[in-house]
């Protein structure tokens, strides 16, 4: 867990504004998770990727967007077009396909606040 | 896709006491199934998984428990105690796409 990083640890975003969270891990970790966590819910995955430089659409990823150009680094961007964006989000990491690599080990979380 | 149904949502036991979350899941592929802890305002914290190639796996208070035929796994906390107090999250894996896919929680609330 200590691998992962996520900042800033609290966000608040005006109606109207993109803003980027970031994701950052020193586990040599080839795939790398986005969850949102509204209160008193499960996690929903927005986006995933499994190697750099690709990614796929989870199961909310509309007004959401990424990019994966380092192995290291998955940053989350919230766009305008995301109405309802206060959540906790967290980001999360594992080694990827094969045994035992499917598990996932969380970041710390970005709280976004929309003012 | 994997769907995953987690029972109860909330859960209260005397500390001592043992205490049972079940899940369901979907995917008969699915080979993967962790549970997480998530204390308040903080990240989910892993503390047991089990592959499909075992039944029961055992580390100290926790157990978890594996049908396959029915598609069912469970979380076993035998002493509870205070500090066990938190959201438990089970999840599956999607072979689809190689993501956990998580129950919606269950509050576990010990009485001391």
């Known amino acids: 867990d200590g691998g992962i990083t996520q900042s800033p640890k609290y966000l608040f975003r005006k109606e109207g504004q993109n803003v980027t969270l970031s994701c950052e891990q020193n586990l040599n970790h080839d795939a790398m998770y986005w969850y949102r966590q509204d209160p008193g819910q499960g996690l929903r995955l927005i986006y995933y990727s499994q190697i750099v430089n690709d990614f796929q659409k989870g199961d909310i990823a509309e007004g959401y967007s990424v990019s994966r150009e380092k192995k290291e680094s998955f940053p989350l961007t919230v766009t305008s077009a995301q109405k309802n964006p206060t959540a906790f989000y967290l980001c999360a990491s594992s080694m990827g396909p094969g045994l035992a690599a499917d598990t996932q080990y969380f970041g710390p979380g970005t709280r976004l606040t929309v003012l | 896709g994997e769907n995953v149904e987690q029972h109860p949502s909330t859960l209260s036991v005397q500390e001592g006491d043992s205490a049972v979350i079940k899940c369901t899941y979907s995917?008969?592929?699915?080979?993967?199934f962790p549970w997480y802890k998530q204390e308040l305002g903080k990240r989910p914290q892993l503390i047991i998984d089990i592959r499909s190639n075992v039944g029961e796996k055992k580390d100290q208070r926790i157990a978890v428990t594996l049908n396959k035929t029915a598609k069912h796994f469970s979380l076993h906390i035998t002493e509870t105690q205070p500090e066990d107090s938190a959201v438990y999250f089970c999840a599956g894996l999607d072979t689809g796409r190689r993501a956990l896919t998580f129950g919606s929680g269950t509050r576990l609330q010990v009485q001391p």
């Open positions: 995917d008969s592929a699915s080979n993967y």
